[in-house]
């Protein structure tokens, strides 16, 4: 799992575990990895401005999840 790969605190990675797999997957992409939103988008198959939303949506969600405001 790609939690296991990851050197992050325990806190971090359950609150990354608590998101559901494709936002997993869209922070990895963006944030690990570093790959463009134009990638991203297409392998979402929508635009680079809808696939910028969705990370930034899941961003939010993880800092949510680590109790942030």
């Known amino acids: 799992a ?24 869209l922070l990895v992409l963006r944030l690990v990895e570093d790959r463009p939103y134009r990638e991203i988008a297409r392998r979402l198959n929508c635009t680079p401005v809808a696939a910028r939303l ?5 961003i939010r969600r ?4 680590l109790g942030g405001p």
């Open 54 to 58: 969705r990370v930034s949506r899941s």
């Open 2 to 25: 790609i939690e296991e790969r990851l050197s992050f605190p325990s806190a971090v990675l359950c609150a990354f575990a608590s998101l559901p797999e494709t936002e997993r997957q």
């Open 62 to 65: 993880l800092q949510l999840a």
